[in-house]
């Protein structure tokens, strides 16, 4: 018998149909993943952002089933991928920034990341503190363009604090729900990542710049 990764309410023993609802719940990132890319029309960012929604389907299919630590840590390493990758492409997308300069966004994002770990938030406080810095800067813009863009982060940001609260609490609501509320963070965070797709895919297309191509 291997040793399981026992991280979920929903887990009891070992075994690949161990989390049949944190299973089967990332086929909402499968969805999203579809749905961004028929969305995209040709962006190529868009097609990006898919593929790597695609990639959290699939690491995070696997760590559920198979309960390991590597595949625990490909499910980690494939959302900070697309949350860096974001990083990267939104100051491009949204404020014209040249390529190089806003590759500095990854960087800084782990730095915040480093900051949030100490209060034991890691990857995703950051990822949630992003979106209401996107959210600021947008609705701070003098661009109308841009700042029309500001609820929409706003929205997502609420969302996600939504589901990082249902993931926090997985453990604790054991009690009354023997299945956890892990799932749920599933369901909503591929939401969160066609939210943040879409809102990229349309100001390409809104755009006279096609993408992360064009620049």
């Given at each position: 018998m291997y040793t399981y990764v026992d991280g979920y309410c929903e887990r009891v023993a070992p075994g690949i149909w161990g989390e049949p609802l944190n299973?089967?719940?990332?086929?909402?990132f499968l969805v999203a993943a579809v749905l961004v890319w028929r969305r995209a029309r040709g962006d190529r960012t868009g097609r990006l952002l898919a593929l790597?929604?695609?990639l959290v389907f699939l690491a995070s299919t696997t760590f559920h089933l198979l309960a390991t630590r590597w595949a625990?840590?490909?499910?980690?390493?494939v959302i900070l991928v697309f949350v860096l990758c974001y990083a990267a492409l939104f100051p491009q997308v949204f404020f014209d920034v040249n390529r190089r300069l806003a590759w500095?966004?990854?960087?800084?994002?782990?730095?915040?990341?480093?900051?949030?770990?100490?209060?034991d938030g890691g990857l995703y406080l950051s990822a949630l503190i992003g979106l209401g810095v996107f959210a600021v800067i947008l609705g701070f813009s003098a661009d109308a363009e841009r700042r029309a863009f500001w609820p929409w982060f706003a929205v997502?940001?609420?969302?996600?604090?939504?589901?990082?609260?249902?993931r926090t609490v997985d453990h604790d609501a054991c009690v009354l729900l023997p299945s956890g509320t892990?799932?749920?963070?599933?369901?909503?965070?591929?939401?969160?990542?066609?939210?943040?797709?879409?809102?990229?895919?349309?100001?390409?297309?809104?755009?006279?710049?096609?993408?992360?191509e064009s620049r």
């Open positions: 299973s089967l719940s990332n086929l909402a790597l929604i695609g625990g840590a490909a499910d980690s390493l500095l966004g990854p960087p800084a994002f782990l730095a915040l990341t480093a900051v949030t770990a100490l209060l997502t940001g609420a969302i996600f604090a939504l589901s990082l609260s249902l892990h799932f749920l963070w599933h369901l909503l965070n591929g939401l969160v990542l066609y939210l943040v797709s879409v809102a990229m895919i349309r100001k390409n297309q809104e755009s006279p710049l096609t993408g992360a």
